[in-house]
């Protein structure tokens, strides 16, 4: 249903409160600004047309918060020769939605034929700006085609939405709505609309303004509850198309500047142009769709990027689905934050510094938990403490801190950026003092355990020395060994020294095989049978079942070859590989590209190729059934994207060398071809029939 | 500030909305109704004036019930010469509160001296009827001792209640009430008031009616928003005392019967003294307060009785809290059975009842999680449903399925009860039928493992092999193997028996000592001295760092010891304690009393006396903290019972043999005396400084 292929994703036909698949896949943002497709003339209810803004989190419980769906700012419902498309009685004989990847813009092409006959071309536009975060523009064209009947328009600012809080447990469904918004105030004067909100607590405020311009006709109050808006009444005339624009501004000093729909769209489009040039990867290849499933991935990458602050982050959805609270997680660290030093190092280099700026709340993290150093959450929102309650993952999933310490590190070895190396050595000597307190010491044994965790395969128990975990945790105590040099004594470097030596993980010397955690292999065989299909299994097996069944929901120890691939021979790699691959179920979005590098890496051409388009396709055709009702899975966009250019291109940068390539490319790919920056250089990688090139490119200027 | 001698407990002095302590102390019950002593007089809010009735639950989420808290039958405001006792200018210069333990009667008797010098006696009393489960009374006794003002009193019944959902983890407080009850409509007539209600989803309907009568004076109707009453207007003359009766009823066709507050308090005594000839225990001893103690534990266990129906049972807080949602735990059948099923065989009946009934919930519980047969639900409501989600506990703590099947048999064990043996067997066989298919095999090592399960010591992490739930699902195993006649295949028979013998418990033959689970060797140690009072530990360190700790919260193997005495030598159970009981925190209602009767059966005297005294105390000296704010602690009253009983006496019974005594009387004991049924008899036990006797007792009929 959903076609793509060029610079664009269509899709044709209608169906009211549009498949919510498609509300998704049509998401459009500008990193500060985001907002779901899900119309009010659709009949979508106020809890499913969500606009939300990148660090507008308020309370909803006690310490807990969730993401704000702020007012509908493409509030509009219509209606020609007294019939409302998609309401009344009648049908639409056409129905196209696009969206432009090179410009972000959203549009839908539809005519509306009313049970008399009456067919009235719709054409409805929309995007949020790329040039100023704090605009929005619509723009709705009819015309009539067989009548010459009279269109009313309601246009408007909606304050009347809901949020629909989701349990962190994903099997569980909420359907309690929570008002977030309290009104504080609306205008609806000629040609323009005003609203003031603030949410519950007033940790968000919102000034939401909207310029609206039409054809002739007439235009008058049309306010509702929590809603102020203009009812434009125009006189359409067959074959001649009238339409009406709103510009709306948030949070904007002044309200929307001058200029209308199609120069404001401009803008915006150069200022997409300019991530394109950064960002986009080029490939000829003999897989129809493949290019635009690529390009696809980087949109909505780049839409996710937060609007050059350092406050907030991505999260897990990121501002497409209030799905996880809009939390922020691990993803962001190891699986979105390699494109952008790559692509947009200002933008990676923002999302350290968010880390380093709730290194204080991570240490709050660690002390309510009796622990020592700082503690990064696992899932964090409006600052960093701790924001996910349950047991299994909030407490257990503790590689949070090593990841947090990895990825900044990567960020400084990528970019060459030394400028935070201050900042960051406190962020390893806190996050060491941590783990230095969280690992056990076995004085029987002289072993140090880490029990009572789990890593990133979620299938698993609550276990202890998962080895994912223990070997991060190792390469964080070795960061602040060789971060520290004031403040840290002599013992407490010799204590992490030991840990780091004395530390357990488990090894079959036979197989070469290192083993998950200390349960793994006491857990019962899985019937692979009972799996069908791509839904994931915890759908219908209760995970208190699944933790006894030697499955994996995703990549752990596969994963970890790829982050540390030093700390592995070729034959433990391959190992890790033969054993855990087959026993794996990919029921996490982040699993399918980690196992397509990981294959690539490994030279399992097939497999990397068919794990690539499982992470490629995931949210485009809906592949887990999770992209309607979770919104876009970011953290597989990253992955297709490491997946591209470090396992199929091979790209080595960073640490100050000259960066080079090793292409793997799939069957059926003839060239590849992408920008990237490393070591603050521009780069230019190509590689074509005749061989592979990187060249610095020190004309173009970002 | 609490005194108890003979048989009352009281307290002196005023605080408003008086302090929580009391009013759960204070908690009168029937077994149906169970109300707090929490006054509207006092100044106590909506949802802290609580009147509950077994079984009484409704939902507040999806599949999450809670126990509904009922219209207030106490309604009572007073108003004496113009001025509002506790809430207007002036003071109580008395205020005295009494509980009788014979008969149930609450008495507050208080002098109220307004700013202006007027001095008023006032006597309120109210009890819950033991003759008459629908029906409750309460009498206010006026008389101005120093005035000849005027008394105003508003007496109904008020639906104007809240519930203020309690969270299953100990350390999330919750401030967010629930209104749970619907107006059905209302009546205000001379002389009486009536109203119904029904709770959100219309579970719980209550039809609430009252009589009022008074002293000469004006009745008018004063009802309010939710509640009907009548407005009483009395003249006062000095010394001259004057009265107002509310004799009410819940669900009772008709209304109260006709009689007044004194003889329906006379019928209510009588039943009382019934209860007590066969549950009292007398003890003369040097240790003052000991006797009425005691017996304030009995009181409170009778008071808890279901009232004839085996479609409910008793939660962990009786009826005197809202605490965990009004839910059943293995607190029933491991700690509160016991007692009824020697003093009250038939209440002990309908206890297992309850769990043979829920048999077909417990399937879909063991459903739910892919399981085969039935589980027993950690906490359960109306029906045997899962009410506990928590990871760590709800999932983790699956003893309680071999708890239920080891209550029941034990049931039929002492009462000699053989008529629910086929329905029994039912339960065993599906309960073995769980265990079957929750162990996991390891055929490495040829071995079957619990694995992620936690017994009773919840400081202990989510670990494998945990010895107390492995030996009880051992003998629900054995159970089932004795019980298994048809429907039971050769094949099936030979695993339960394969998993009896090839499950793992550690032991350490050396030591002789049986370790708690696979994890415990490897804790770190503890340091006692951060404990400072009886306060829990987890007020102030979290479960998770708790865990990684060599600490027991409650009795774990020392439980098992005397749930199955002839698993262990008398050296392994030495071996147990003395590991054990100095590493054990208490923090648990439940382990002092164990702790008694274990030290009892061990002969350390001095332990045994100390435990018993913190068991003893535990709610009326609040020596953990939350008698108030979490109500009675109904399993530490049945611990309480099985160490002066089991442990102090030495009783052992049923089998079908002859009751004997094998004294080990505290030291300051001088004799003890109670009565007790087994196998169908009844028996007197007397332990005297000349000796000791049991005697049948063939006269007395119950």
Redesign the interface.
Known sequence: MVKYGGWSISASGYRAHAPQHLESLFCQSNGYIGSRAAFLQDGAPPYERCTFMAGGFDYI??GITDIVNLPDPFHLTLTVAGSMPGRSGGSYTRFDQRLDLKNGLYTRDAVWTDERGCETAIKISRFISMANKHLAALRVELTALNHDGEAALLMGLDAGVLNLPVHD?QT??N??TVKMLNYAGGTSERGSCGLTVRSRTGRVKIDMRCRITHSDGEQEDGSGADCPARRLTVKLKRNQTVYAEKIISVNLPGGPPPGGFAPLLEESGSAWALRWKNADIEVESDDPGLQTALRYNLFQLMQSRPFGDPDVSIGARGLTHARYKGCYFWDTDIFLQPFFAYTDPAAARDLVRFRLSTLPDARENAK????DGARYAWMCAAGGREQC????IG?SEVHITADVAYAADEYARVTGDESLRGEMSRLFVETARYWASRF???K??DVY?L??VKGPDEYC??S?NNAYTVMLARHNLKLALGAAEGGVSPDEAAKWREIIEKSHVGYDAERELYIQDD?F????PFDFMSKDGDAPIYRK??Y??L??YRVLKQADLVLLILLLPDTFTESQKHAIWDYYEPITLHDSSLSHGIHAWAAAVLGKRDKAYYYFKKSLLLDLENIMGNTGTEGINMAALGASWQTAVFGFAGLSAGSGGEPSLSPRLPDGWRSMRFAFYANGKRYRAEITPEGCSVKENREEKS
Chains 1, 2 share one sequence.
Not at 389 to 392: E, R
Not at 521 to 524: A, G, H, I, S, T
């Open positions: 419980s006690p447990d569980l469904v359907d309690q309510a938990l009796n622990l309650h349950t047991w299994d407490r056990s010491y076995d029987s044994k355990n029990l009572f128990g609550v202890s349960d292999p006491r857990l019962e097996m209760d208190d079942r933790q006894r």
